[in-house]
């Protein structure tokens, strides 16, 4: 496999070894997902540490680690060297870990939460593999999956029930996942193009990466603002 050529993405190491493993997980997009689960706890009226702890725990193995396993299986995107058995192995264990998370918080949230784990489960392969065709591997679906699913399921697991200020917190959450999904989007065909990459000091690279850099950090640090409100 190729690895010459600029870097896939911002975040990505330099190629080989454990640091593969690092870029694989996508850091700073697994952070600002993770950051839509903390709002939407951080909004439920009372906050329960522990759970919270456990909805990251579970969107961290399902986004963080399944489904980008699933991504870089389907295509190679970011050209690692990870074996394609330890991808496989790695986003079964870590969706199935996910699924047994939300399955122990049944007793406490009763049998509405079983939707959010169903779809959440069925959300990573579907998507990162491109499942009936791709026709739900859309701008829109992303924003809805990664974005405002996580943002209502972290207010679930805290309240059992869904409110007002989580459905205009998860709408929000969608709009700056579709934000990060046009500015990616277009950073990922200039910097992979097969016949010409573009230079990644090139405007046209580095403008949109700077804007999602400092979205990353807005969202993370918005989360943080309201758990500790």
Same mark, same amino acid.
Do not use: K
């Given at each position: 496999?190729?690895?010459? #050529? ?113 779809? #959440? ?38 309240? #059992? ?69």
């Amino acid at each position: 496999m190729r690895t010459d #050529g600029p870097p896939r993405a911002f975040y990505a190491l330099a190629p080989g070894g454990w640091r593969d493993y690092v870029t694989l997980l996508h850091p700073p997009y697994t952070a600002w997902h993770l950051a839509y689960v903390a709002i939407g706890a951080g909004l439920a009226p009372t906050l329960d540490p522990a759970r919270l702890v456990a909805s990251l725990a579970a969107f961290a193995l399902a986004v963080g680690v399944a489904a980008h396993c699933l991504d870089e299986l389907h295509g190679r995107p970011l050209r690692t060297t990870v074996p394609d058995r330890v991808l496989r192995v790695l986003s079964v264990v870590s969706l199935g870990g996910a699924v047994v998370i939300g399955l122990t918080a049944l007793d406490d949230l009763g049998a509405g939460f079983v939707a959010f784990v169903a779809v #959440g489960a069925a959300a990573v392969p579907v998507y990162n593999l491109e499942l009936f065709g791709g026709r739900l591997h859309t701008d829109a679906t992303f924003a809805l999956l990664w974005g405002a699913f996580p943002v209502l399921t972290g207010y679930f697991a805290q309240a #059992g029930e869904l409110a007002p200020a989580a459905i205009a917190a998860a709408a929000a959450a969608a709009a700056m996942s579709l934000a990060q999904r046009r500015l990616s989007t277009r950073v990922r065909r200039l910097r992979r193009d097969p016949v010409a990459p573009t230079d990644p000091a090139d405007p046209a690279v580095a403008v949109p990466e700077a804007a999602l850099r400092a979205l990353t950090w807005a969202v993370v640090l918005l989360a943080v603002a309201v758990v500790a409100a």
